[in-house]
């Protein structure tokens, strides 16, 4: 029996913050239960870059190698919100998207054509996994516009403990797969920072579905050596929250609709994921994850 294996990984690196100010050593927190507080000043840009590898093998193959600029702009707190000032707010922007496919033995290079215009307002709440079967652009779209489609700005809350409760999408944002693609940078942002939430599990929503998360959080006083692709590495002397996340197959409550994957007791699946944080801010976020299937998984 034929099997199919997708395996991604993925990294998101700080290259830029601008307007950071002292705040509390992390180690402080200690007794409000936090070993760090997500923090950031209002209108605080953050630069990040973002590349991911997804290898495919089975019936499938090939590979997809995808890289962008991930801005996040702090908007304060949540005022006049669901969440108001117990939660930030914050906007992210993806620029310079390129996408990679080889398979075959070819390539071909896909580039973002410009950005789309600016929506200003968000729009209601939706859930952080899509509950329909995932929806594939018309035939008629050219690539290139429908990349386009990925720069258009959203927004998502953050409370202090690093869980983040919603995604709010532009009111023209209706596909799916791009919306997927948005939620998957979210969950690089998303995390537990408390204390008695170490080495335990804490049920989460993402693009998978309903699932219980392993968090295993610590501080490292020491430095902190970071190293992605080609970006230099960036070493850290203050105190540093590594926080660590696995996910499998076990831990899935309920996958979220889709005409590929819809049978948990038929698939192996295993995510980690590593967070680093300094002053209230990530750093860096990277994470592996794999997926295996029978070769009649859409049955």
């Not at 896909?110 to 594939?136: F, G, M, N």
Request: charged letters at 25%.
């Amino acid at each position: 029996m034929e099997i199919l294996q997708i395996f991604v990984t993925f990294t998101l690196i700080v290259t830029l913050a601008l307007g950071q100010s002292d705040v509390p050593d992390p180690l402080k927190y200690d007794n409000k239960g936090l070993v760090t507080r997500i923090n950031c000043e209002v209108r605080e840009p953050q630069h990040f870059l973002y590349s991911s590898t997804t290898d495919l093998w089975g019936m499938m193959g090939g590979q997809i190698i995808l890289s962008a600029d991930v801005i996040l702009l702090c908007m304060g707190d949540d005022n006049g919100g669901n969440y108001g000032p117990e939660a930030l707010r914050y906007k992210v922007e993806i620029e310079n998207l390129q996408i990679i496919e080889k398979s075959d033995g070819k390539m071909e290079s896909i580039k973002e054509k410009e950005p789309q215009p600016e929506v200003t307002r968000a729009s209601h709440d939706d859930p952080p996994p899509d509950l329909s079967p995932e929806e594939e652009p018309e035939d008629d779209v050219v690539m290139e516009d429908y990349l386009s489609l990925y720069s258009a700005p959203f927004q998502f809350i953050q409370l202090a403990n690093g869980s983040i409760p919603e995604i709010r999408f532009s009111e023209n944002e209706v596909d799916t797969r791009v919306k997927n693609f948005k939620r998957h940078i979210v969950d690089a942002f998303s995390t537990q920072l408390s204390f008695d939430q170490r080495k335990n599990k804490v049920v989460e929503t993402s693009v998978i579905g309903e699932h219980s998360s392993n968090y295993n959080v610590s501080i490292n006083v020491e430095k902190a050596n970071l190293n992605s692709g080609g970006v230099s590495p960036l070493k850290q002397e203050k105190p540093t929250v590594v926080v660590k996340k696995i996910v499998t197959g076990d831990d899935v409550l309920r996958l979220a609709p889709s005409p590929a994957v819809n049978d948990r007791d038929k698939m192996d699946l295993k995510l980690e994921q590593v967070q680093i944080f300094q002053e209230g801010r990530m750093i860096s976020s990277s994470g592996i994850s794999s997926l295996t299937l029978p070769s009649n998984f859409r049955k």
